[in-house]
């Protein structure tokens, strides 16, 4: 690495669309091995992800401030419902769209208490796992703000999906018993309702709606090369 290049801050305050890299979905790929990692519950108890592996898990990622969380929360939540011998988990990570309402975290405490917000404001029935405040298993996930992550009990990912995509989800939990592993990883944009995205920009405040409007096009931009992968 250049000694000159300039590494941007893993909890930003403003949203720029040059934060995310969707074209490299870094991570374990279906096929390999899970890494593991440890997290706080909500309630503040440390936790590992191995401590899960009595069942296949499905690892999700969101924020409070995340519209593409905020859209695929109801449907996941009744994926749970259906498949009692799965964990659900969500991993929660950095704040997707900071603003004056809900800031860029900067302390555990903050981050604890957006988890535990979110847990009451979406009514969140999944266990909730927060990441540290440097977004350690975030990273090593691959660092989208909204991927799921389907983990059989032998470790070994069987699904991934650089957006949260419900149906190709519910193909995969169909076949979570003969041990399947689905090769695709990336998927197009399940964009969310005009007004989901409004409600949960507005949890950051008026400046994230302002800053993901102007970086709208250039996120377009993003998603396009993506979906040629």
């Known amino acids: 690495m ?3 290049e300039i590494i941007p801050k893993y909890n930003y305050q403003h949203f720029k669309p040059t934060d995310y890299d969707f074209k490299n979905f870094r991570g374990p790929k279906a096929g390999e091995r899970y890494i593991d990692f ?35 929360k109801i449907p996941m939540i009744l994926l749970m419902e259906k498949y009692p011998n799965v964990h659900f988990l969500l991993l929660y990570v950095r704040e997707a769209h900071p603003g004056g309402r809900t800031k860029g975290i900067t302390s555990m ?3 604890m208490l957006n ?30 703000p909204n991927m799921t992550y389907v983990i059989g009990v032998d470790g070994i990912v069987k699904f991934r999906a650089n957006w949260t995509n419900i149906d190709a989800l519910k193909k995969v ?57």
């Open 38 to 72: 440890q997290a706080r519950t909500i309630d503040g108890k440390i936790v590992a992800l191995s401590d899960y592996l009595d069942k296949p898990i499905v690892l999700d990622t969101g924020s409070i401030t995340c519209p593409m969380y905020a859209n695929s």
């Open 173 to 229: 939990l169909l076949e979570i018993e003969s041990n399947h592993i689905e090769k695709q990883d990336f998927y197009e944009v399940v964009k969310p309702p005009i007004g989901t995205a409004i409600r949960t920009l507005m949890i950051g405040g008026f400046r994230a709606l302002f800053e993901f409007i102007k970086g709208l096009p250039q996120l377009i931009r993003q998603h396009k090369e993506a979906d040629t992968m």
């Open 115 to 144: 988890a535990k917000s979110t847990h009451k404001l979406y009514n969140e029935k999944r266990i909730i796992l927060v990441d540290d405040l440097e977004g350690t298993a975030h990273k090593l996930y691959g660092a989208m």
């Open 109 to 111: 405490d903050e981050k």
């Open 2 to 4: 250049n000694s000159n």
